[in-house]
């Protein structure tokens, strides 16, 4: 009964929640809109294409957009290759006009990114702020995902753009959803998160939170170096799973299951029954940097450990390789399922 009470009314407060930050979502078709008349120039890794009357803001955003590519490109230790067209409208009627063909821009967005295209578009009368700044970022993480690789997962674009944006960091908003989302059993397995997120805004909201805290899971396990792996795989065409146990010398599944034992022990529910107002938020972000902090010590040792299973996998390849013959347990060779996965073998014995 007390549990059941206690579902409800963290249920009411995951209605409550704070709207979402949103994301590219998939655009119905629509009319193209009049052409709009438009100059052009190009900045290095840039190609500006801006309204007549969006030129001044256009151009004063070439360099800023330099600056920010390097941001990410560092964030992601990498960069990818070609200009990118940014397009800038001033006004809704220009935005929706200057959306690629097909495409209908939701009422919502002031940036968007087409990675396949290569193409991005934004509003010059909102890009200034510092809110459209970071939105700016948080497209230029999709532009650079998808022309370094195909087939990334949603959950991990979004988790991705949010880490390099610092969006939620120590925000108490996310402390309260990931709280509640684990005390209710509401939070979503990455399969089902791995080609969109749901409809409704409380449902939307525990998606990106968990995938933002989940690519920050991984990413402070494992480190730049293993996600940089990461990337390059999927730049070759291996599908993201493998490229997930690869990189990270783990399977995705056990990871998820980490995860959750992270949040429960990380974002308990009770804060969130006693804040009200200022005290909650307050609160919440005082919780979410001591368990930054507890993570943190978590990671070093992860680390550690990771670096000795690695060490012995190395001396396993060796001893293997001594072998005069390695076989099956019915007579026939080993073949590795999955290429460099050597601590998969589970038992040899020599032939004769």
């Known amino acids: 009964m007390v549990k059941r009470m206690l579902a409800a009314l963290l249920t009411a407060l995951m209605a409550s929640s704070p709207p979402p930050a949103e994301g590219p979502i998939d655009l119905p078709a629509f009319a193209t809109a009049a052409p709009v008349k438009t100059v052009t120039f190009d900045s290095a890794r840039f190609h500006i294409l801006a309204s007549e009357r969006a030129?001044?803001?256009?151009?004063?955003?070439?360099?800023?957009?330099?600056?920010?590519?390097?941001?990410?490109?560092?964030l992601i230790g990498r960069d990818w290759k070609g200009s990118t067209e940014v397009r800038v409208a001033l006004g809704r009627e220009e935005y929706e006009a200057m959306a690629l063909p097909g495409s209908r821009p939701p009422g919502w967005a002031v940036a968007l990114a087409w990675p396949d295209a290569n193409v991005m578009l934004v509003d010059a009368r909102t890009i200034a702020t510092a809110e459209g700044k970071t939105t700016l970022r948080h497209e230029l993480v999709h532009i650079a995902l998808g022309?370094?690789?195909?087939?990334?997962?949603?959950?991990f674009q979004e988790g991705v753009a949010q880490m390099v944006t610092h969006e939620r960091q120590f925000r108490s908003e996310h402390f309260s959803t990931m709280a509640i989302a684990s005390a209710t059993n509401r939070l979503y397995s990455f399969d089902a998160l791995r080609d969109g997120f749901p409809e409704r805004p409380q449902d939307v909201e525990v998606a990106y939170a968990q995938s933002s805290e989940f690519v920050n899971f991984l990413f402070s396990r494992h480190g730049p170096e293993r996600f940089g792996e990461l990337i390059d795989l999927m730049g070759q065409g291996v599908i993201f799973e493998q490229s997930f146990a690869r990189a990270f010398h783990t399977s995705l599944s056990l990871e998820e299951q980490a995860f959750r034992d992270h949040v429960a022990l990380h974002f308990p529910w009770w804060p969130v029954l006693f804040m009200s107002g200022t005290l909650?938020?307050?609160?919440?972000?005082?919780?979410?940097v001591l368990a930054?902090?507890?993570?943190?010590?978590?990671?070093?040792?992860?680390?550690?450990?990771?670096?000795?299973?690695?060490?012995?996998?190395?001396?396993?390849?060796?001893?293997?390789?001594?072998?005069?013959?390695?076989?099956?347990?019915?007579?026939?060779?080993?073949?590795?399922?999955?290429?460099g996965f050597p601590w998969r073998i589970t038992a040899v014995r020599t032939g004769s």
């Open 292 to 339: 930054f902090v507890r993570r943190r010590r978590a990671v070093v040792a992860h680390r550690e450990n990771q670096k000795r299973i690695e060490q012995l996998e190395d001396t396993a390849v060796v001893l293997l390789g001594t072998l005069p013959c390695a076989a099956n347990e019915d007579g026939g060779p080993i073949v590795d399922p999955i290429p």
């Open 55 to 74: 030129e001044q803001p256009a151009r004063a955003l070439a360099p800023e957009l330099e600056q920010l590519r390097d941001e990410v490109a560092q």
């Open 280 to 288: 909650v938020w307050s609160a919440a972000s005082v919780l979410t």
């Open 147 to 155: 022309r370094l690789g195909k087939g990334w997962p949603r959950w």
